[in-house]
């Protein structure tokens, strides 16, 4: 997130182009990355880009400008704006291969580019369904090919519509509070209608051959392929099931540990929020870095629909910069968008309301068991949280019989950050103690 500037806007950072406001260029997270990153964009060939772009849209010679040294790179893809001669921009978004995102992963790099493909494909429907559904402001797609060169480009790309917009300088949940209400007012209708866009399963959505957008198969973390669920059981179950039961042969009893809490998080949660449908479309990440703006804070652009699904009820309400960060601040803020969004939703008399969803400590766990991808060091020092979440949960004790005190080494780590695994001499120096109380 962009600090705030001594001299500068409050809230918006200044931009010409679309691309003047980009940060300086991410290439990577460490060597590797970087270096594969560097090679994959000498194989592109921006000018056979422009030369497309051109003619999609009709301007024939004057193909448009791009310049390959300015660009944002994500984590699965770099786009680069597209500047015509008469002004108008649009957004050239290339898939990234696997060697730049995971540099360390042995999955085989094919399996990889298919799994981008099926998404990328899920994005550009889901976007055009989004455009046509709702009042919601989603970028226009003119083109997209999504074959593993992108048709001689070199990569697959989409062509999408650039937007005149800006990002907040701060989170929502730490904006000011003089603007809090007409941010939070724009968001609450953006969730609402896509709360309203309901599925009878759970998956990403596809056109089929008749043009009609239904879900389909999705991918989970670990790259696996799954056909389209039917409750949020048995979402739950492909995700936290079948991740601990990728831990039973393991012999890190920390890692069997956080396998069996996770799981057992997933239970609580579609115990007390119910496993039936219909399933709203939820956006894939839906922080306040995804929302463009204009000068006076009207909402112009949600953008980045990657992994967009239709999902258990719940997911309609999560947005993590809210739940998060458990500061006074966070809390009081995330109250006021709750009130906001009811308020919102009785207008249009919604009888099932997302906003009940927040209040809801479940929607606290949901946020801190979504990413399945953390160190077992890492996510260990979430679980005295967890456990605090789930007070009428005593079973959870179970898990120091799978690692011995698992629980009182995370409450340590939670204090100290000083983490101590099943295999060290353990217990800890009274200091440490004397911290955790």
């Given at each position: 997130?962009?600090?705030?500037?001594?001299?500068?806007?409050?809230?918006?950072?200044?931009?010409?182009?679309?691309?003047?406001?980009?940060?300086?260029?991410?290439?990577?997270?460490?060597?590797?990355?970087?270096?594969?990153?560097?090679?994959?964009?000498?194989?592109?060939?921006?000018?056979?880009?422009?030369?497309?772009?051109?003619?999609?849209?009709?301007?024939?010679?004057?193909?448009?400008?791009?310049?390959?040294?300015?660009?944002?790179?994500?984590?699965?893809?770099?786009?680069?704006?597209?500047?015509?001669?008469?002004?108008?921009?649009?957004?050239?978004?290339?898939?990234?291969?696997?060697?730049?995102?995971?540099?360390?992963?042995?999955?085989?790099?094919?399996?990889?580019?298919?799994?981008?493909?099926?998404?990328?494909?899920?994005?550009?429907?889901?976007?055009?369904?989004?455009?046509?559904?709702?009042?919601?402001?989603?970028?226009?797609?003119?083109?997209?090919?999504?074959?593993?060169?992108?048709?001689?480009?070199?990569?697959?790309?989409?062509?999408?519509?650039?937007?005149?917009?800006?990002k907040l300088r701060a989170e929502f949940a730490k904006l000011p509070l003089d603007v809090q209400e007409k941010v939070y007012r724009q968001v609450a209708r953006v969730v609402i209608e896509l709360s309203n866009l309901t599925f009878p399963?759970?998956?990403?959505?596809?056109?089929?051959?008749?043009?009609?957008?239904?879900?389909?198969?999705?991918?989970?973390?670990?790259?696996?392929?799954?056909?389209?669920?039917?409750?949020?059981?048995?979402?739950?179950?492909?995700?936290?099931?079948?991740?601990?039961?990728?831990?039973?042969?393991?012999?890190?009893?920390?890692?069997?540990?956080?396998?069996?809490?996770?799981?057992?998080?997933?239970?609580?949660?579609?115990?007390?929020?119910?496993?039936?449908?219909?399933?709203?479309?939820?956006?894939?990440?839906?922080?306040?870095?995804?929302?463009?703006?204009?000068?006076?804070?009207?909402?112009?652009?949600?953008?980045?629909?990657?992994?967009?699904?239709?999902?258990?009820?719940?997911?309609?309400?999560?947005?993590?910069?809210?739940?998060?960060?458990?500061?006074?601040?966070?809390?009081?803020?995330?109250?006021?968008?709750?009130?906001?969004?009811?308020?919102?939703?009785?207008?249009?008399?919604?009888?099932?309301?997302?906003?009940?969803?927040?209040?809801?400590?479940?929607?606290?766990?949901?946020?801190?068991?979504?990413?399945?991808?953390?160190?077992?060091?890492?996510?260990s020092h979430v679980v005295p949280r967890l456990i605090s979440l789930m007070p009428g949960v005593d079973d959870v004790k179970f898990v120091n019989h799978i690692s011995p005190k698992y629980i009182e080494r995370c409450t340590l780590y939670?204090?100290?950050?000083?983490?101590?695994?099943?295999?060290?001499?353990?217990?800890?120096?009274?200091?440490?103690?004397?911290?955790?109380?």
């Open positions: 997130m962009i600090p705030e500037e001594a001299g500068a806007p409050p809230l918006l950072s200044d931009q010409m182009t679309i691309s003047s406001s980009w940060i300086p260029a991410l290439e990577g997270n460490g060597p590797e990355s970087i270096q594969a990153f560097r090679e994959f964009l000498t194989t592109i060939d921006f000018e056979k880009l422009a030369h497309i772009a051109a003619v999609i849209r009709g301007v024939g010679r004057a193909s448009p400008e791009i310049n390959p040294k300015i660009y944002q790179r994500g984590a699965l893809n770099v786009i680069f704006e597209i500047l015509f001669l008469d002004g108008v921009s649009w957004v050239a978004r290339i898939s990234l291969p696997q060697a730049t995102c995971y540099p360390e992963s042995t999955r085989p790099p094919d399996a990889f580019l298919r799994e981008r493909k099926f998404i990328s494909k899920s994005e550009v429907d889901t976007q055009k369904y989004v455009r046509e559904n709702t009042s919601i402001p989603v970028p226009e797609i003119f083109h997209a090919d999504l074959s593993y060169d992108g048709g001689g480009v070199g990569a697959p790309y989409i062509l999408m519509e650039g937007i005149q917009g800006k399963r759970i998956g990403l959505l596809r056109a089929n051959k008749e043009n009609v957008v239904e879900p389909s198969e999705w991918y989970d973390g670990f790259g696996l392929r799954h056909p389209p669920c039917r409750s949020s059981a048995s979402y739950y179950k492909r995700i936290y099931g079948l991740y601990r039961a990728r831990t039973l042969s393991s012999t890190d009893r920390d890692e069997k540990a956080l396998a069996w809490m996770w799981d057992r998080c997933s239970v609580h949660i579609r115990g007390t929020l119910g496993p039936h449908g219909p399933f709203p479309l939820c956006h894939g990440d839906l922080w306040s870095g995804n929302f463009l703006w204009d000068d006076e804070l009207n909402l112009v652009a949600v953008i980045d629909w990657t992994n967009t699904m239709a999902m258990p009820w719940e997911f309609s309400a999560m947005i993590p910069e809210f739940y998060l960060n458990q500061s006074e601040e966070v809390q009081i803020a995330r109250q006021r968008f709750e009130n906001i969004l009811k308020t919102e939703e009785m207008k249009v008399g919604r009888v099932r309301r997302v906003s009940d969803l927040f209040s809801s400590p479940c929607l606290q766990i949901l946020c801190l068991i979504k990413d399945v991808h953390f160190s077992v060091r890492d996510a939670r204090h100290t950050r000083t983490w101590y695994s099943y295999k060290d001499n353990f217990p800890p120096s009274e200091k440490e103690k004397e911290a955790c109380q």
